[in-house]
């Protein structure tokens, strides 16, 4: 697999690269359900190639819809080895959408939050 690969559909980028035992999936523009299978598909490609650490990174995000939330929480329950964090987005849109839906501890970068909801 190349060092840095992007996929690119409509509104959204999802961008891998790698820095030694970290991969991470940058997240950029719109995740909704338009975009959710190339998040999903991107998502398993990193997860092939079994690195340390996966980072997946949405400070490029400008929106969310619930079928995102519905993939991140997803994404966090199946990581049985605590190897997934976040970057938290910056945008107030993405970041009043996590608030409302009480996941921004989860998605905020709080490790411990994803690793509780993973034993839950």
């Known amino acids: 697999m190349p060092e840095d ?21 940058a997240l950029i523009g719109e995740f909704d359900l338009a975009t959710v299978d190339t998040v999903r598909e991107r998502l398993a ?3 092939r ?8 990174d949405l400070r490029g995000l ?15 329950k199946e990581d049985g080895d605590g190897r997934l964090s976040f970057i938290a987005s910056e945008a107030p849109a993405v970041r009043r959408v ?17 690793r509780r909801l993973s034993e839950a």
Request: aromatic content about 6%; cysteine-free.
């Open 45 to 47: 490609e990193v997860r």
């Open 98 to 114: 996590f608030a409302v839906t009480g996941v921004a501890g989860l998605f905020g970068g709080d490790d411990a939050g994803a």
């Open 62 to 76: 400008t929106f969310i819809d619930s079928t995102g939330i519905s993939f991140l929480l997803s994404a966090v």
């Open 49 to 56: 190639e079994a690195p340390s650490r996966v980072v997946i």
């Open 5 to 25: 690969s992007d996929a690119v559909l409509g509104i959204l980028q999802a961008h891998i690269s790698r820095t030694g035992e970290t991969a991470t999936l």
